[in-house]
């Protein structure tokens, strides 16, 4: 059956033109981290995620093994009915994965995974009729294991490449504005993500998407935002491309208060900067796995949040100052580009020299001189840079990161939105029940 906007041999609708789609009438697109073994339990959750009230993408988040290739404990533990943290996609095969995902009314899907080598997992999406995944060599590489970053860059340009073959509306989003999630300043964020997207563009795909994740202050993330989207505009012109936000990764509040206070920020950063679609979180972070239930809560919120940004008219607003961010991206992507025509080299080469240095980051191939600080006002600096084309700042001042100041810096926006008075209200429902006939508690 064709559907409009569905490539051909495809399950879902093309991931991008959906987004596009939303961003059109207004709508800012929000989407769960989901990732459940068994196929009936995962294909509820989706139905819970699209049912839900607000704009929503689906995600099959996959588990642990299939990320690094150990395919022989993956098949072991789905004939046990052992529990796994995520979908096994390239077990289960394409067969059952479509079956998965019949019948899901246009509904989005995206494979979320983290590997550096993830040549088998974008074979087993495509195979299944997906065409949107994310990640990069950079950052999928870096954070995650000990492969080396050549390795990395190579399987992604494969990656790539067999993903425009394969789908003519297939959907990468760079990881690279989400580096560690927190304590790195927001330029080198903003210029890996941009890197990343001129990779893909580079190895063939034109339709990315171009992350950042939420930091510790409002305007300097705006201010992030509008630079990854000049960036991109200047950069990536030619492709069709949208910007993806992150819920604060780091160190959650442990109040529901707290979280749900810092989730509806984030989507009114969405809303205050364009962002197209926001990567949520829920109260349940600092306790416990998400249940399905937990997620739909969150996704509603988050869409609440930002139909009344929109509402009070945030949108409306010109760009954040910026303090910079800008500047030190450029100059950073420059750099990289200096160094040759194939970014993938040019990337293995940066890191090789100290280009690109990502602060407390311990793979191999990092550099590990650069050093980030939270400044006395509440933003991220550079506290040294080491080789970077790019100063420190005057505001991180000239000491040095103790432990105990790392632990500070890492627990900022949880004290801060658990100890300070927010103006928070509950649900305006007692929960999604509306979506669940059972009780789906499935983790997620």
């Known amino acids: 059956m064709s559907v409009r906007g569905t490539a051909p041999n495809t399950a879902t609708p093309s991931f991008g033109r959906s987004v596009a789609e939303a961003a059109r009438t207004g709508e800012l697109v929000v989407q769960p981290r989901m990732g459940i073994a068994e196929p009936s339990a995962m294909r509820a959750g989706l139905l819970a995620v699209h049912r839900s009230r607000a704009r929503t993408a689906g995600t099959l988040t996959l588990d642990s093994y299939t990320r690094v290739g150990d395919l022989r404990a993956a098949r072991r533990a789905v004939r046990a009915g052992e529990e796994l943290n995520g979908y096994p996609i390239i077990t289960h095969g394409p067969a059952v994965t479509r079956e998965l995902l019949r019948d899901l009314d246009g509904f989005p899907v995206q494979v979320r995974h983290g590997s550096a080598r993830p040549l088998g997992i974008v074979g087993a999406l495509l195979d299944a009729g ?16 000990r492969t080396p970053l050549r390795e990395s860059v190579e399987a992604w340009a494969r990656c790539c490449e067999l993903l425009a073959e394969r789908s003519p509306t297939a959907h990468l989003e760079t990881f690279g504005g989400c580096m560690l999630g927190q304590l790195c300043p927001p330029s080198l964020l903003v210029a890996l993500s941009l890197l990343e997207g001129l990779f893909f563009r580079q190895h063939g795909l034109r339709d990315v998407s171009l992350s950042y994740a939420q930091q510790t202050d409002f305007e300097q993330d705006a201010a992030a935002v509008a630079a990854l989207r000049r960036l991109s505009d200047e950069y990536l012109g030619d492709v069709r491309r949208h910007i993806v936000l992150y819920t604060y990764m780091g160190v959650f509040p442990r109040t529901e208060p707290g979280a749900m206070a810092l989730l509806r920020d984030s989507a ?52 954040a100052p910026d303090d910079g961010v800008l500047d030190e991206a450029r100059t950073l992507v420059e750099a990289v580009l200096e160094l040759g025509p194939d970014i993938g080299r040019a990337l293995v080469t940066a890191f090789t020299r100290g280009l690109l240095d990502v602060p407390y980051c311990l793979h191999d191939d990092n ?15 550079w506290l040294r840079t080491g080789a970077m084309p790019i100063r420190p700042s005057r505001a991180a001042g000239h000491g040095g990161t103790r432990a105990d100041d790392l ?12 100890s300070e008075p927010l103006d928070w209200t509950r649900d305006d429902t007692n929960g999604p029940e509306h979506l669940f006939p059972h009780d789906a508690r499935s983790a997620l």
């Open 407 to 418: 632990l500070g810096m890492l627990s900022h926006i949880q004290t801060v939105y658990d």
């Open 268 to 319: 009114r950063l969405a809303v205050r900067t364009g962002a197209e679609r926001l990567l949520v979180k829920t109260p349940a972070e600092a306790h416990r796995i998400p249940t399905v239930r937990d997620n739909v809560r969150s996704l509603e919120a988050a869409a609440r949040a930002a139909r009344q940004a929109r509402a009070e008219g945030l949108h409306l607003l010109g760009p």
């Open 367 to 381: 550099a590990r001189r650069a050093r980030g600080v939270l400044g006395g006002d509440g933003r991220l600096h």
């Open 130 to 145: 997906l065409d949107a995944t994310e990640g990069g060599p950079v950052s999928y590489c870096l954070p995650y294991g």
